[in-house]
């Protein structure tokens, strides 16, 4: 009687955090893809503009770090000239500063191979939690040169923690029915398992320990789960034999 939805129960639950398991991972995999494929836009954009008019259309480029500081992921949109000090930033405090005074961590060494590489890096932090973006790009022209021989570098960077912290907030709130459900047959099968079992099995023992002590007349009622069923009935069999045998010797002594 309690086995049945026991076993059930417990499987359920087992599957039924599994799969939740499986989904929270699935989704922060589709956080962290989706996050590298939006930094890489983001520097790329910026860094086709600053080519084009960091000098003479500022104003646009201003307006793009804007829109990349109002993504809620962003910690740092950075314009950085080929000393690594800041052109332009989300924050107005830290134009012509250096980036390592206002980036804990800021690897010069890392910043001058990935100018020099002319590619596109990204880079995650150990947890997977921090994601950076690098886009190399040229600097103006000085006025005796035909083609500037300058690079810069534009810096993006993601915080994941609050988008990671959401969807395990959304999983659990969409499954919420599920989990309620599963933890309901938890219970239940306890509960049966409590009174289906735990307590007949006590009152049998509590008879044993009385008919031990010479109280012939202790019978249990039989309830709960088929096998403690048959004990007790066995138990109350065996009792009456005890009984009858008892009195039968009474009266032969008599």
């Known amino acids: 009687k309690w086995a049945l939805p026991l076993g059930v129960a417990l499987i359920l639950l087992l599957i039924g955090t599994a799969s939740m398991l499986l989904d929270l991972r699935q989704t922060q995999e589709r956080i962290e893809q989706q996050a590298r494929l939006d930094l890489l836009a983001h520097a790329a954009r910026l860094a086709r503009l600053s080519e084009q008019g960091l000098q003479t259309s500022a104003s646009l480029v201003q307006a793009e770090l804007a829109h990349v500081a109002a993504d809620a992921r962003t910690t740092a949109a950075l314009i950085l000239d080929d000393s690594g000090r800041i052109l332009a930033a989300h924050r107005y405090a830290w134009r012509g500063r250096q980036a ?8 010069d060494g890392r910043r001058l191979e990935a100018i020099k ?8 932090s150990a947890d997977g939690l921090h994601l950076f973006a690098w886009q ?24 994941l923690t609050a988008a990671r912290q959401a969807a395990r907030h959304d999983l659990l ?36 320990e009385a008919l031990g002590q010479g109280h012939l007349q202790t019978r249990v009622q039989a309830q709960g789960a088929a096998e403690i069923e048959a004990l007790v009935r066995d138990f109350n069999a065996m009792a009456e034999a005890i009984q009858q045998a008892q009195t039968a010797l009474a009266a032969s002594e008599a």
Do not use: C, T
Not at 100 to 107: A, I, K, Q, S, T
Not at 143 to 157: I, N, P, Q, T, W
Not at 187 to 208: D, E, F, K, N, T
């Open 136 to 159: 190399p790009f040229e600097l103006p022209a000085a006025a005796a040169e035909v083609r500037s021989s300058r690079r810069g570098l534009v810096h993006v960077g993601f915080d």
């Open 117 to 124: 590489s002319r590619l596109p890096r990204l880079q995650a």
């Open 100 to 107: 390592r005074e206002v980036l804990p961590g800021f690897d």
């Open 173 to 208: 709130h969409n499954r919420r029915l599920e989990l309620a459900g599963i933890l309901l047959l938890l219970v239940l099968g306890v509960w049966l398992l409590h009174h289906q079992v735990s307590q007949p099995i006590g009152r049998l023992a509590r008879a044993a």
